[in-house]
């Protein structure tokens, strides 16, 4: 049976006194894991050790970096390799989030080198996916989301493509307080594991987990993780609020 996830991505926001007191808030809630469901904190690099060693001993409880770079080591200042993150203890790293895909104009090509090297580092990439609102109104978003897996992941072996989580977010529900439609959050996640069933096999795409992000709130999560392929969600704004979060915790299947 898959992981069902609730990853939160904090982006750039909060300090690291307000993050730890956020992490110790929802580590210390009654509420604890199914064997099956994880938490995941995707911070800000500074934050990562400290908040691991808040988690620590908590069972089912991880810390994912939001980026990591495409080359190995070298002459990148300012940049974080995949070795560095491993070598703290890092866990899981959000690849092709659609704000580092515009901002910083990530391709596929990058992406795909970006999940390598996470791989060899034993790091599970966290791979986001999803089409900007323009696709959606043409319709053309099951193409959109299938190239982006065919030119990041489909180099994969089967064996490597079971240690990455996959992240559905569609662009115009970033954000935007606009969530899509659990019916098509449950069309979109269907046909990703159909796409990974031909290209790889049914036993992968029946263990990945495929988690959904855009608006996801205390709100919402109940209705979208009730979804037969979502498991789970990518959290961004209501991962910041500790009451919002636990909520969508609890809304894990
Ligand atoms: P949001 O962000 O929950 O604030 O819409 C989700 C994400 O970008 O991962």
Redesign the pocket.
């Given at each position: 049976m898959h992981k069902q996830i609730a990853a939160a991505?904090w982006k750039m926001n909060l300090t690291l006194q307000q993050g730890l007191a956020l992490v110790d808030n929802l580590v210390n809630q009654p509420h604890i894991l199914a064997d099956n469901q994880q938490v995941v904190f995707g911070v800000p690099f500074p934050f990562l050790q400290a908040v691991k060693r808040n988690i620590n001993g908590k069972q089912n409880y991880f810390i994912s970096a939001q980026n990591c770079h495409f080359q190995k080591s070298g002459a990148y200042t300012g940049e974080v390799s995949a070795e560095m993150l491993k070598s703290i203890g890092v866990d899981y790293v959000i690849i092709g989030?659609s704000?580092r895909r515009e901002y910083f104009n990530e391709n596929h090509q990058m992406l795909s080198e970006k999940i390598n090297l996470c791989l060899q580092n034993d790091l599970k990439p966290i791979f986001c996916c999803g089409e900007p609102l323009s696709v959606r109104e043409a319709q053309t978003q099951n193409e959109h989301v299938e190239t982006q897996l065919r030119e990041s992941l489909f180099h994969l072996s089967e064996e490597q493509i079971t240690d990455i989580v996959i992240a559905y977010?569609p662009i115009w529900?970033?954000?935007?307080g606009k969530t899509a439609s659990s019916a098509q959050a449950q069309e979109m996640h269907l046909h990703i594991r159909n796409i990974m069933a031909h290209k790889f096999s049914n036993g992968v795409a029946d263990s990945l987990s495929i988690l959904y992000?855009?608006?996801?709130k205390a709100a919402n999560a109940k209705e979208i993780f009730g979804q037969k392929d979502v498991d789970g969600g990518?959290?961004?704004?209501?991962s910041l609020n500790a009451d919002e979060f636990t909520i969508i915790i609890k809304a894990l299947k």
């Open positions: 991505n989030h704000e977010e529900a970033i954000g935007t992000g855009g608006s996801v990518l959290v961004g704004g209501s």
